[in-house]
């Protein structure tokens, strides 16, 4: 009789397991695999890449955990390859060199897609900073109710999408964001809509024999005219008054227009300069410092460069409990940001500066639409200093202007509405110079429900008219460590043109912790290194009247050193197995033939 089976040890079990493992991770089969699922993989990502751009393709394939996963265990492989020929003979040097190597160039890869830092710095001239943007999206969010603020840096996705991920906001009292989309390349649309309590509105053609332009005006502050360039247009329940100019003696310099929670207020220039005047329907108070009849800008500072209302302006301060605001008024420019500084307005306040006693100029020309009390509407033409009666407006109707041979109509008239603007997708491809891409988000605060259309740098209010918050879409800022300061900016061309041949700027490195404060000069071949970062100039902006910007590239990869090692290492493997092969040759190097010769 067979004696019965002592049966299988768990040491010889776990042994035989070992050896499987390490002979399975080992196995040239298992290599052959993972470099075929690389190259598939990386033929993929070229294919997204020249398709939707890099961006889209480190988001989809590079940076991924797959990836990382996919590389890490071809650095296995290659590893208990090496493992497998101990003990190491000199025939294996080179080969072991070379798969060192290669761990070693993966190893790096890992270590620059997790610690890699790639941003930007824009400094004008006599500007330090010591803070770089980087290309993470950042949510910041103000309530001005409670003082409560919150920064959320956040993920889009890699193409365009459409949904609903809804947003941590840590300790942040009764408010709820949404990401509802994403379009990585868009066209902004403004549509007008019939709404019951809304302004009036029309929609126009302006045109001639060479051209044809489209527009949309509602009989609301900022939203009533469009400059064409030639001529203004304009919706208005007023009719043109008779150019006046102002006279020396004249005490109306003009009115500021306020908007604070759908009301709208109107301070006088003059009864509020160099006093505080109370702004109505507002808890707010206003002080003018200066008044500017020809505003222009010289060495960095606004003055005034005549009497003449050529580009009036207003300096001034709106006083609250817990408020000081410097702002400064444009009226011909009514668009630009008012607001001293970069924090956000806590007012909520939207300022428009109405100056009176205009020169003529280059906005001498107007079409203006008017819609009288009985709902019905007329036109007027301006032309330097002539201006039509009212003639009666049929919608459809082909009118001259008087100028330029263009005509207008009407399209469409809408009693009451409102403007919807929102943004469309567009195709995205690598070729793209400048995409716009737009995020649009959704807010919840106490049972209210608002959605924001927002691109890089927006900052807007939302429930403005109970608890407003302040919004703000940007980038993620990381602290450098250091402050680097921009002496100037300097730039050469080309002889004889404006063509730039090459430009660069002193600057000045600050680090009071190492006691670090000297002047360097960064171009584009020769970048400054400190810290374990390198600082290039990438880029400038150049505006007239205002100082000159540099823009730099600063990168600190942590990688890069390892990927060099392992190249190094890898390619003296290589000549190793190449060195050692030719020496270990059993043929001879020559033939008795060759020797005789």
């Known amino acids: 009789m067979k004696p019965k089976s002592q049966g299988v040890s768990p040491y010889y079990i776990l042994r035989s397991f070992l050896f499987s493992f390490f002979n399975f991770f080992a196995s040239l089969k298992l290599a052959v695999f993972l470099l075929v699922v690389l190259g598939v993989t990386l033929a993929a990502g070229t294919f997204i890449e020249s398709a939707s751009g890099t961006k889209a393709a480190q988001q989809m394939v590079y940076h991924t955990a797959a990836f990382s996963l996919l590389l890490g265990v071809l650095a296995m492989n290659l590893a208990f390859a090496a493992l497998a020929r101990l003990p190491w003979q000199k025939k294996h040097v080179g080969?072991?060199?070379?798969?060192?190597?290669?761990?070693?160039?993966?190893?790096g890869s890992w270590m620059t897609t997790r610690f890699a830092i790639d941003g930007q710095l824009a400094l004008a001239e006599g500007e330090r900073g010591n803070q770089i943007s980087v290309d993470v999206p950042l949510l910041q969010i103000f309530n001005s109710q409670t003082k409560q603020s919150i920064e959320v840096p956040f993920k889009l996705p890699p193409r365009q999408w459409e949904g609903n991920k809804p947003f941590i906001l840590h300790?942040?009292?009764?408010?709820?964001?949404?990401?509802?989309?994403?379009?990585?390349?868009?066209?902004?649309v403004e549509k007008i809509v019939p709404k019951a309590g809304g302004s009036s509105a029309v929609e126009f053609d302006i045109f001639n024999e060479n051209m044809r332009m489209g527009g949309r005006l509602l009989e609301e502050q900022g939203k009533d005219s469009m400059d064409l360039g030639p001529a203004v247009v304009r919706f208005s329940s007023q009719e043109i008054p008779l150019p006046t100019k102002k006279s020396a003696s004249s005490d109306s310099l003009g009115d500021l227009i306020f908007n604070y929670q759908g009301k709208q207020s109107r301070v006088s220039v003059s009864k509020a300069l160099t006093k505080e005047v109370s702004i109505p329907n507002t808890p707010f108070k206003i002080k003018i410092n200066r008044y500017l009849s020809h505003a222009i800008v010289e060495n960095n500072q606004l003055v005034d460069r005549g009497e003449a209302a050529v580009n009036p302006a207003c300096e001034f301060v709106i006083l609250g409990k817990k408020t000081e605001e410097k702002h400064t008024a444009f009226a011909f420019f009514p668009d630009f940001p008012t607001l001293h500084g970069r924090a956000p307005s806590q007012t909520g306040l939207k300022i428009h500066f109405e100056a009176s006693g205009l020169e003529q100029g280059a906005s001498a020309n107007e079409l203006r639409i008017i819609k009288n009390a009985s709902g019905k509407l007329f036109y007027q033409t301006k032309t330097q200093q002539t201006v039509i009666p009212p003639v009666p407006v049929e919608v459809g109707k082909e009118y001259a202007t008087g100028w330029m041979h263009l005509k207008f109509l009407v399209k469409t008239f809408f009693p009451e509405a409102e403007l919807k603007s929102y943004f469309e997708p567009l195709p995205l491809s690598p070729q793209e110079k400048n995409p716009r891409p737009v995020v649009l988000m959704g807010f919840q605060k106490n049972g209210q429900e608002a959605k924001l259309w927002l691109q890089r740098g927006d900052h807007q209010f939302v429930f403005s008219e109970s608890a407003p918050l302040h919004v703000i879409y940007g980038e993620k800022n990381i602290p450098l460590g250091f402050d680097i300061e921009l002496k100037k900016f300097m730039i050469d061309y080309y002889p004889g043109s404006e063509r730039p041949a090459a430009f660069k700027s002193a600057v000045k490195l600050i680090d009071p912790s190492k006691g670090v404060d000297r002047e360097v000069e960064i171009s584009m071949?020769?970048?400054?290194?400190?810290?374990?970062?390198?600082?290039?100039?990438?880029?400038?902006q150049l505006s007239e009247g205002r100082p000159k910007v540099s823009i730099f590239s600063v990168g600190r990869d942590p990688g890069i050193p390892v990927k060099y090692a392992g190249s190094i290492v890898m390619i003296l493997g290589v000549l190793f197995m190449f060195y050692l092969k030719r020496f270990s040759s059993s043929k001879p190097l020559y033939s008795n033939e060759s020797e005789k010769k």
């Open 171 to 188: 300790d942040f009292d009764d408010v709820a964001v949404n990401l509802l989309a994403f379009f990585p390349h868009s066209k902004p």
């Open 525 to 540: 071949n020769k970048p400054l290194s400190y810290r374990g970062f390198k600082v290039f100039q990438s880029g400038y």
């Open 95 to 107: 080969f072991v060199m070379t798969h060192a190597g290669i761990i070693m160039i993966i190893f």
